[in-house]
């Protein structure tokens, strides 16, 4: 009977050739002081530099470390997201490249994930010894993020997660969502998420990879996550609420305008046309736009009722079903 892997490391990496070796012979460290079975899958993002001959070494010295690479630059999300579909860990643990994770954090992850039984376990890098520039748009974006998913992290941009085997499974990431996977996670009933304030190290090879447009990404991918993951399955509920208030508002303007029209006429007074009335149109508008979300409410309906992931559900349990 094979042994059961404990734990699976993901590491997405662009052009970290400097750190690799110091960063695997650390891990090892840690998993063979704590006599963890364990696996390493490196994720090359389409590194320009010799990031994957670096890999191919380690690799003949450790045969529990993993490599894919890609043919160019995906980004963190897609990295992340062909990591888990290989993963093979009871616990999925993911880390930077750079050095900036501690290893040491390993067990703890472990433990709040195995003996203490949390779906996801964000790091927080209480302290860090990140430039302003990017410690501050960071706090700002992590307030928001809370906000909107309603999930108290203080550090959703944290590389350093632990996640339950189910969890990495049951979650599909791209664009920039990787920052959003507890948002996801939960949007699929894992909610038991926690947080664990983590060691931030200064960043001692190569240059970051962080630039102010994630943030603006990041936000938009924040909005597409909160629409998505309250209605996907029922698009009808959005587009035909939206649709139904504004032709009823742009119903309500026209019968207004048209009962106001004929009480000016009824007493003889003083009467303006109703295509000269600019309420007129702002009411005529509001009843097509109407027309249109409610018809694209339908139409989301109709697609998923033939989408093949209609039904994609999570069973936790079942009880007499084979």
Known sequence: MSQITQISVIIPLLNEEESLPELLSWIAKVMDT????????????????RSWEV???LKNQNNKIKGIRFNRNYGKSAALNIGFKQAIGEVVITMDADLQDSPDEIPGLYQMVQKENYDLVSG???????????????????????????IKLHDFNCGLKAYKKEVIKSVEVYGEMHRYI??????????????????HQARKYGTTKFGLERFIFGFLDLLSISFVSKFRKRPMHFFGTLGTLSFLFGTIITIWVIARKLYEIHYQLPARDIVAQPLFFLALVAIVIGVQLFLTGFVGEMMIQVSPRKDDYLI????GID
């Open 316 to 319: 936790k349990d079942t009880l």
């Open 55 to 57: 890999i191919q070494e």
């Open 182 to 199: 507890p948002f996801i996670a939960k949007g699929q009933g894992f909610s038991k998420i926690s947080e664990r304030v983590v060691q």
């Open 124 to 150: 927080w890098k209480k302290k860090r010894y990140d430039p302003i520039m990017k410690t501050i748009p960071s706090k700002l974006f992590n307030k928001v993020a809370s906000i909107f998913s309603g």
């Open 34 to 49: 704590n006599s963890f079975s364990y696996e390493v899958l490196l994720i090359d993002d389409g590194s320009t530099d």
